[in-house]
């Protein structure tokens, strides 16, 4: 059935014709969209042109009640996450850590879970938060002026809270899940990610924002960190800590993983007990000897490279639990970065095929080079050639030093044996006199120029300098098939994932660190998701503020886990986003008549809707 579906971008309200199918091997139901019908004004067209087409149709003109309006506000999703928010006790553990403090009439614990609600639903600055609440049934239910809350009332609920009182608060929220639904985390996940801001470099007061490499290309901009742990049975950031943009990986990971053997032991868990799975990155020996957890982690190849001449055809087929295939080798007992345990040497076509396509990339690259390169050979007054007479110069000092060196060692030996010395006795050792080959020498230059940043070229390329006209040169550039194709099959698509857990099988090695996607999907992914989560749009300058707004994005994942972990239990399987969609296509309805006098009532719901809402309000009811 189709339907008008109402999309706020930048305060301001547009209209599309929407209607639900199910597609895909689960059947799953989606929205398409039919039509766009644009603004406001274009949807009283819109419907004065559906209204003409059934009075054409049934060739009479329906009354209505002059007195009689109707309006309706976006409903399931920001009640949904009200309730599962109530469900954990957010507001009292917030009243309870936080010092108190009432804006505009509302407990800041209010304000707060207000902004949760909205970086979950639509995210958006906390100017536009007045615009974007009134168009949901918020203001009704939970008896909020929208009008009184402005950035300036968020910015004073998110004022005097300390980096303390965050992880207090974060801790109770923790123990609230790890009740209500029996976690037991015997294994998690730890990544990292970034996020650029707009923060002026000249920025004084905030010291976490610092130029460094940045995920999403913009290292021209000053980002903070985000490093998290998750696990699969519990999607949300079970520990989080923010750090400075110019601290790497490696660095980092010491700190964070101390910071997180201290919050588990809070949580009542035994970090010993835990086995953490990450990425190689973080790999050294220092930061495995201070682990202090078990572990299932990738590893470089560099210090086993023996490993790369185990031929495909002994690997084995592994299907892991998520459906997806492997061809894997078991390698035994290994020692890696200081510590002993058994790996696993696997084979990916996906990684194989990005590999190939970077060599791809990387040869058109090459290519440019070598064009450029031929052009400087044939220009003679280029830098290749100032760098040639300049070789020329050293190899001439370096013939004329040796020619001395060796002139001397004659003198003194000639003067020894006028003085009687034995010819026998012992004689320092000649220098041996370079030889000047111009054409060596500039094929050096070429080679370095080309090669410099592509040194695996060489494996299976090779380049020719022949002399031309004027002192100039010719270059052939030429690629060995036989021993790219011989390249590609040692070395690609392979990746080494070692252990210390000695008694586990090839399928729980591969388990555990396939499990890892889910810190990528379920947190940092939709943390930059524009849709829902999004830490983006921030716009706070100081370390303080941005700390407390990475707390309102982490906690409005919470919820929507909460949320989402209910409606599981009830047999609705459906992403966070997914789900927020499709509980956002549920609007309060109101029928004004009289002037003044209401009748509230749910818009009409497709089956699928009501399976949602049924959910919604059992949930309401815990």
Same mark, same amino acid.
């Given at each position: 059935m189709a339907r008008i579906r109402e999309k706020i971008k930048k305060g301001k309200p547009y209209y599309y014709l929407v209607e639900n199918r199910r597609v895909g091997p689960n059947n799953s139901p989606r929205e398409f969209i039919l039509e766009y019908i644009g603004t406001p004004r274009n949807l009283m067209a819109f419907a004065n042109q559906q209204y003409q087409r059934v009075q054409d149709m049934t060739n009479s003109v329906p009354t209505l009640p002059q007195d009689v309006t109707f309006k309706s506000y976006a409903h399931g999703a920001v009640m949904g996450l009200f309730w599962a928010s109530q469900a954990i006790g957010l507001e009292q553990i917030l009243d309870d850590v936080f010092p108190q403090k009432t804006i505009k009439g509302l407990p800041r614990s209010r304000v707060l879970l207000l902004a949760m609600i909205q970086r979950a639903v639509e *995210?958006?600055?906390?100017? +536009?938060?007045?615009?974007?609440?009134k168009t949901t049934s918020l203001p &009704?239910?939970?008896?909020?002026?929208?009008?009184?809350? #402005?950035?300036?009332?968020?910015?004073?609920?998110?004022?005097?809270?300390?980096? +303390?009182?965050?992880?207090?608060?974060w801790n109770r929220i923790m123990k609230q899940l790890f009740e209500r639904y029996q976690i037991n985390l015997k294994s998690s996940h730890l990544d990292y990610s970034n996020y650029f801001t707009f923060i002026n470099t000249k920025n004084g007061r905030c010291i976490i924002a610092k130029r460094g490499h940045n995920k999403q290309k913009r290292d021209d901009l000053l980002q903070f960190c985000l490093a998290a742990l998750t696990s699969v049975t519990l999607k949300v950031p079970i520990v989080w800590q923010i750090y400075s943009g110019n601290t790497n990986d490696k660095s980092e990971f010491p700190v964070f993983t101390s910071h997180i053997k201290e919050q588990l032991k809070k949580l009542g868990m035994n970090p010993a007990e835990i086995t953490i799975s990450f990425d190689g990155g973080s790999n050294s020996e220092k930061n495995f000897s201070d682990l202090?957890?078990?572990?299932? $982690?990738? %590893?470089?190849?560099?210090?086993?490279?023996?490993? &790369? #001449? !185990?031929? @495909?055809?002994?690997?084995?087929?592994? !299907?892991?639990?998520?459906?997806?295939?492997?061809?894997?080798? *078991?390698?035994?007992?290994?020692?890696?970065?200081?510590?002993?345990?058994?790996?696993? @040497?696997?084979?990916?076509? #996906?990684?194989?095929?990005?590999?190939?396509?970077? @060599? +791809?990339?990387?040869?058109?690259s090459i290519h440019e080079l070598v064009e450029e390169a031929q052009t400087r050979l044939r220009n003679p007054r280029s830098g290749f050639f100032t760098s040639l007479k300049q070789k020329e110069k050293d190899v001439f000092h370096a013939q004329r030093d040796a020619e001395e060196y060796n002139r001397q060692i004659d003198a003194e030996e000639k003067a020894r044996i006028d003085a009687g010395g034995s010819r026998r006795g012992k004689k320092k050792k000649y220098r041996d006199i370079p030889v000047w080959d111009p054409t060596a020498e500039m094929q050096d230059i070429v080679s370095r120029m080309i090669y410099g940043k592509y040194k695996y070229f060489q494996e299976f390329s090779s380049l020719v300098l022949t002399p031309g006209e004027n002192g100039t040169y010719e270059l052939e550039w030429t690629e060995d098939s036989s021993k790219l194709s011989a390249y590609c099959h040692k070395y690609y698509g392979k990746k080494l994932i070692v252990t210390d857990h000695t008694e586990w099988s090839i399928l729980d090695i591969l388990?555990? &660190?396939?499990?890892? +996607? $889910? /810190?990528?999907?379920?947190?940092?992914?939709?943390?930059?998701?524009? #849709?829902?989560?999004?830490?983006? *749009?921030?716009? %706070?300058?100081?370390?303080?503020? /941005?700390?407390?707004? @990475?707390?309102? $994005?982490?906690?409005? /994942?919470? !919820?929507?886990?909460?949320l989402q972990k209910h409606m599981s239990m009830d047999g609705i399987e459906l992403t966070k986003p997914a789900m927020l969609d499709r509980l956002n296509e549920i609007r309060d309805g109101w029928i004004i008549s009289g002037g003044n006098k209401a009748n509230r009532i749910l818009e009409d719901m497709d089956t699928d809707h009501k399976l949602l809402w049924d959910s919604v309000i059992k949930l309401k009811g815990n």
């Amino acid at each position: 059935m189709a339907r008008i579906r109402e999309k706020i971008k930048k305060g301001k309200p547009y209209y599309y014709l929407v209607e639900n199918r199910r597609v895909g091997p689960n059947n799953s139901p989606r929205e398409f969209i039919l039509e766009y019908i644009g603004t406001p004004r274009n949807l009283m067209a819109f419907a004065n042109q559906q209204y003409q087409r059934v009075q054409d149709m049934t060739n009479s003109v329906p009354t209505l009640p002059q007195d009689v309006t109707f309006k309706s506000y976006a409903h399931g999703a920001v009640m949904g996450l009200f309730w599962a928010s109530q469900a954990i006790g957010l507001e009292q553990i917030l009243d309870d850590v936080f010092p108190q403090k009432t804006i505009k009439g509302l407990p800041r614990s209010r304000v707060l879970l207000l902004a949760m609600i909205q970086r979950a639903v639509e *995210p958006g600055s906390k100017r +536009e938060f007045s615009s974007w609440v009134k168009t949901t049934s918020l203001p &009704y239910h939970l008896r909020v002026d929208q009008v009184n809350l #402005d950035s300036a009332s968020f910015w004073e609920a998110m004022d005097g809270i300390s980096e +303390e009182q965050i992880e207090e608060a974060w801790n109770r929220i923790m123990k609230q899940l790890f009740e209500r639904y029996q976690i037991n985390l015997k294994s998690s996940h730890l990544d990292y990610s970034n996020y650029f801001t707009f923060i002026n470099t000249k920025n004084g007061r905030c010291i976490i924002a610092k130029r460094g490499h940045n995920k999403q290309k913009r290292d021209d901009l000053l980002q903070f960190c985000l490093a998290a742990l998750t696990s699969v049975t519990l999607k949300v950031p079970i520990v989080w800590q923010i750090y400075s943009g110019n601290t790497n990986d490696k660095s980092e990971f010491p700190v964070f993983t101390s910071h997180i053997k201290e919050q588990l032991k809070k949580l009542g868990m035994n970090p010993a007990e835990i086995t953490i799975s990450f990425d190689g990155g973080s790999n050294s020996e220092k930061n495995f000897s201070d682990l202090g957890f078990h572990f299932v $982690c990738s %590893h470089s190849l560099s210090s086993h490279k023996s490993l &790369y #001449d !185990i031929d @495909l055809d002994q690997y084995e087929d592994v !299907i892991l639990k998520n459906g997806h295939s492997r061809k894997a080798y *078991p390698t035994g007992s290994l020692t890696f970065s200081g510590v002993s345990g058994i790996g696993v @040497l696997t084979f990916s076509e #996906d990684l194989y095929s990005g590999q190939t396509a970077q @060599l +791809e990339r990387d040869r058109a690259s090459i290519h440019e080079l070598v064009e450029e390169a031929q052009t400087r050979l044939r220009n003679p007054r280029s830098g290749f050639f100032t760098s040639l007479k300049q070789k020329e110069k050293d190899v001439f000092h370096a013939q004329r030093d040796a020619e001395e060196y060796n002139r001397q060692i004659d003198a003194e030996e000639k003067a020894r044996i006028d003085a009687g010395g034995s010819r026998r006795g012992k004689k320092k050792k000649y220098r041996d006199i370079p030889v000047w080959d111009p054409t060596a020498e500039m094929q050096d230059i070429v080679s370095r120029m080309i090669y410099g940043k592509y040194k695996y070229f060489q494996e299976f390329s090779s380049l020719v300098l022949t002399p031309g006209e004027n002192g100039t040169y010719e270059l052939e550039w030429t690629e060995d098939s036989s021993k790219l194709s011989a390249y590609c099959h040692k070395y690609y698509g392979k990746k080494l994932i070692v252990t210390d857990h000695t008694e586990w099988s090839i399928l729980d090695i591969l388990n555990e &660190y396939a499990d890892q +996607e $889910c /810190i990528e999907n379920d947190i940092f992914r939709m943390s930059k998701n524009t #849709d829902h989560f999004a830490v983006r *749009p921030q716009y %706070h300058w100081t370390d303080n503020k /941005i700390r407390v707004h @990475l707390f309102i $994005c982490m906690a409005a /994942i919470v !919820i929507a886990e909460v949320l989402q972990k209910h409606m599981s239990m009830d047999g609705i399987e459906l992403t966070k986003p997914a789900m927020l969609d499709r509980l956002n296509e549920i609007r309060d309805g109101w029928i004004i008549s009289g002037g003044n006098k209401a009748n509230r009532i749910l818009e009409d719901m497709d089956t699928d809707h009501k399976l949602l809402w049924d959910s919604v309000i059992k949930l309401k009811g815990n």
